[in-house]
């Protein structure tokens, strides 16, 4: 995002939860000019935000708060709904929305506690990082991200507006799905893949260490989500435990496919091959509906692929042939064999400065062996 | 590698093969002057062989051929047995090697086709690249890699050393596993990650394309390899279907766990999460096995976060910063956050520079973030 995004809501908004996301919708809606009230029970949290000027402190009394137009929910999943719930109570006009990576049931348990379903809209900002809390926030965490808008069935059009508003404030895409909707989509592209990477990761536990120790970049790309926090992701997938359980189920039954054949083959048997080989070309297939390599559906990257020696100062002069040419690179890939990085760098770049990179690497005797 | 390695092997060397790795392999022994013979079916991938230095063609009649001490059988894994033996026979002399990805069953096959075991050392060198063919070849292909080694049961003495000096020669590390444990480290490492990441891909195929939009990299890992070649994977796993069938079984075990966890969870039972956290948790420990980041397991490196302006030149910044430091980067990972590039850059780089890339990079200006 080269320039501010529109500001699209009037405040003042309040942020209940000041972590990694919460802080970030503040910072991104301060930006914006929009006046932000914090709050959080962990007042080392509220604290940070308040210094990094995401906004100021809630009234101690809700009572001599001024009324917020919106509350954002942005607190642990597990206290999502009490919360979503009490403060449809104590601002009885205000938009209430949330941030919460399940939307379904987290809604409908807000409902049941007397949250204001005409009031209630279900979001969740498609942007994190790996670090958490206040510390990691970011004002432009969210430029150009999807931010996922969840209307209830009851829910008013203004406050539907109203969050979809929120989104483009903060400078991100929203785009409508049911909670429903939603929550089979994240199962498939997010809740689905971190137990899978987990269950191939504990394969590992009882493995000889000569084993992994030739492990490639292949199984560390299969696993590095499996190093994430397993108490939060207990939390995701019990909420979503339904449409989890689907995209799982699929998955079994494609491994028991292939684990049938394999075993006919080991066992001497060797008409399995086109099991085995359906499943590969789905994958290939599969794979290939990814949107870019980045997700940015409207512009995929091109890259260039260049053989530099393997000495200090060779990619300096790499990113200053691109620097100098005034290419802006998207992406920088070292390619890893077996985990040791080789000397072809991959540089992502849009598709309209392929040719003048290229061109720039070429006439300072760059060897650049092609693009894809 | 910055000098270069032993020459432990006389020649001349017969490379039978001029594919990525056997033109590598030639290349490397080139450059340590050792006299190389080339052969391929394919007349084309040999006469570039040749062009690029990699030696020289072997006579037509096999009885002009000077005596080469060591035959590297560098063919695709469906004609490997079948060119070993043959090669056992046109040089009774030899040492006979190979470069397949399986080993007991191509080994099996050979000596049943007539390899004389007592010459015949199965061979994995650990490099590979995502071009194929001779024109993707390189002479250090195999520097500091590992190099798998493989006697059978009648494999004598010297025929073995004969191979360890050969990986040497060519850079590598060489490792003794036999046949068998081989096959169940790369099912574990390699073959069974494939499957899995093709079955998790398998899925996308009958999705929403709007839930696959909002797929993050977390998706894009995880199907990454699903993109290979098919065929080739085919032939592996048809190769290997014993060991990589008891590795799927291990992981379908476990998926069957959290899926029956899950469908309880679903169906309003609230007591399986210690199932789910197990899992999650098994998955950490798993892969917090894997040696390093990189795969170089003396030397781990160590990441230093720099957060940077996302405009032209900044990275050009950075790395004649890191450059000027005389310090070389080992990995350059720029942060994802759901696709989009954000501005903070992982640099990795070797533990005893990390002081001096750090105030090197300080007093420039750079927000230095933090190592890990």
Chains 1, 2 share one sequence.
Do not use: Y
């Not at 029970?41 to 308040?50: E, F, I, K, N, P």
Request: aromatic share 2%; hydrophobic share 45%; glycine share 10%.
């Amino acid at each position: 995002m080269t320039s501010l995004p529109p500001v699209a809501v009037v405040g003042p908004i309040l942020v209940i939860g000041t972590g990694l996301i919460g802080t970030s919708i503040a910072l991104a809606l301060t930006r914006a000019g929009v006046d932000v009230l914090l709050d959080d029970v962990d007042s080392d949290q509220l604290t940070l935000a308040v210094n990094m000027g995401a906004g100021q402190v809630v009234g101690v009394k809700r009572s001599q708060t001024p009324n917020p137009t919106i509350v954002v929910v942005a607190v642990p999943p597990r206290f999502a709904a009490e919360v979503i719930a009490q403060a449809s109570k104590d601002f009885p006009t205000a938009t209430i929305t949330d941030v919460t990576s399940v939307k379904s049931g987290i809604l409908k348990q807000a409902i049941a506690f007397g949250a204001d379903e005409s009031r209630l809209v279900g979001g969740h900002p498609m942007a994190g990082r790996e670090v958490s809390g206040a510390v990691g926030a970011r004002k432009d965490l969210f430029d150009d991200r999807l931010w996922i808008v969840s209307p209830c069935h009851e829910t008013g059009a203004l406050h539907h507006q109203n969050v979809n508003n929120l989104a483009i404030t903060c400078g991100a895409v929203p785009i409508d799905m049911s909670p429903q909707e939603h929550d089979e989509a994240v199962a498939l592209v997010s809740h689905a893949p971190q137990v899978i990477s987990s269950a191939l990761a504990a394969q590992l536990l009882p493995a000889h260490a000569k084993h992994i120790a030739v492990a490639g970049q292949g199984l560390r790309d299969m696993t590095r989500i499996a190093a994430s926090d397993s108490s939060l992701w207990v939390d995701i997938l019990t909420e979503n435990a339904g449409p989890v359980s689907e995209v799982i189920s699929g998955v079994v039954r494609e491994l028991q496919e292939v684990l049938h054949a394999l075993q006919e083959l080991a066992g001497g048997d060797q008409d399995h091959e086109e099991i085995i080989d359906a499943t590969l070309k789905a994958g290939v297939k599969g794979r290939a509906r990814i949107p870019g390599r980045h997700g940015n559906i409207e512009a995929p990257f091109i890259e260039v692929a260049v053989l530099i020696e393997d000495k200090p100062g060779e990619l300096a002069r790499l990113f200053v042939a691109a620097g100098d040419a005034g290419v802006n690179l998207e992406d920088v890939r070292i390619e890893h064999v077996l985990g040791k990085p080789s000397g072809l760098v991959e540089l992502s770049v849009k598709p309209d400065v392929t040719d003048a990179l290229i061109q720039a690497l070429s006439v300072r005797g760059f060897d650049v062996r092609g693009t894809g």
